[in-house]
């Protein structure tokens, strides 16, 4: 399904999906398919049947997750929320929560005319570790992001990928994550926004 995916055969991939009929994954990669698909009922949907299945904590950040990437923001604080309510999630997940919480405000509010020129770091949880990032700002515009530290093992594409699309949306709003590293993605887009917003407090 993630293959078809990303051959944009979006209706095969939906099709596949509900041939499957059920996510052992351990990180409800179904929700975030469903989410990309544009259906976001039904990528909430699984994640609450994987939530009634014992695994609460990652159904529910790939349900906040995908509310956040439909642009649903009440209900991906909810689902955050959720996440560090559990009195039996692991600590990389409530990090997470955590992490995304603090930033969410920084993107509706991010106004780069009002940033100063300069290089700005900050950091913000990854699958591993913290991810730590820099970012330059040059005349109002971002015009380098890159990672300078991070403990990450795998999924080194989005390392690579994430910073160049920030500097080519001039944003940390409406990004696409590297499949299969949505994690390490929103790491790097959360900590740029993070630097950014940082920046603005303390020009």
Same mark, same amino acid.
């Given at each position: 399904?993630?293959?078809?995916?990303?051959?944009?055969?979006?209706?095969?991939?939906?099709?596949?999906?509900?041939?499957?009929?059920?996510? !052992?994954?351990?990180? %409800?990669? @179904?929700?975030?398919?469903? @989410? &990309?698909? $544009?259906?976001?009922?039904?990528?909430?949907?699984?994640?609450?049947?994987? %939530? !009634?299945? $014992?695994?609460?904590?990652?159904?529910?950040?790939? %349900?906040?997750?995908?509310?956040?990437?439909?642009?649903?923001?009440?209900?991906?604080?909810?689902?955050? #929320? #959720?996440?560090?309510?559990? @009195?039996?999630?692991?600590?990389?997940?409530?990090?997470?929560? /955590?992490?995304?919480?603090?930033?969410?405000?920084?993107?509706?509010?991010?106004?780069? @005319? *009002?940033?100063?020129?300069?290089?700005?770091?900050? &950091?913000?949880?990854?699958?591993? $570790?913290?991810?730590?990032?820099? =970012?330059? =700002?040059?005349?109002?515009?971002?015009?380098?992001?890159?990672?300078?530290?991070? *403990? &990450? *093992? /795998?999924?080194?594409?989005?390392? =690579?990928?994430?910073?160049? /699309?920030?500097?080519?949306? /001039?944003? =940390?709003?409406?990004? !696409?994550?590297?499949?299969?590293?949505?994690?390490?993605? &929103?790491?790097?887009?959360?900590?740029?926004? #993070?630097?950014?917003?940082?920046?603005?407090?303390?020009?």
């Amino acid at each position: 399904a993630e293959c078809y995916m990303k051959l944009g055969c979006k209706t095969a991939a939906a099709q596949l999906l509900n041939k499957v009929g059920r996510d !052992d994954t351990a990180t %409800a990669m @179904s929700v975030k398919l469903w @989410s &990309e698909l $544009g259906d976001l009922k039904t990528a909430l949907a699984w994640a609450e049947d994987i %939530a !009634d299945d $014992g695994r609460e904590s990652p159904a529910y950040i790939a %349900a906040a997750d995908a509310c956040r990437r439909a642009g649903d923001i009440p209900n991906a604080v909810l689902y955050y #929320k #959720k996440v560090l309510a559990l @009195s039996n999630n692991n600590n990389r997940d409530r990090k997470r929560a /955590q992490a995304t919480l603090d930033v969410i405000n920084l993107f509706d509010n991010l106004d780069l @005319s *009002k940033i100063p020129d300069g290089t700005f770091k900050a &950091e913000s949880q990854g699958y591993v $570790g913290p991810i730590e990032v820099a =970012v330059t =700002v040059a005349a109002h515009r971002i015009t380098n992001v890159e990672v300078t530290h991070h *403990k &990450e *093992k /795998q999924f080194y594409s989005s390392l =690579v990928e994430v910073p160049p /699309q920030i500097v080519a949306k /001039q944003a =940390v709003k409406g990004l !696409d994550t590297t499949t299969g590293a949505t994690i390490t993605s &929103e790491a790097i887009i959360n900590a740029s926004a #993070k630097a950014l917003a940082g920046a603005k407090q303390n020009p």
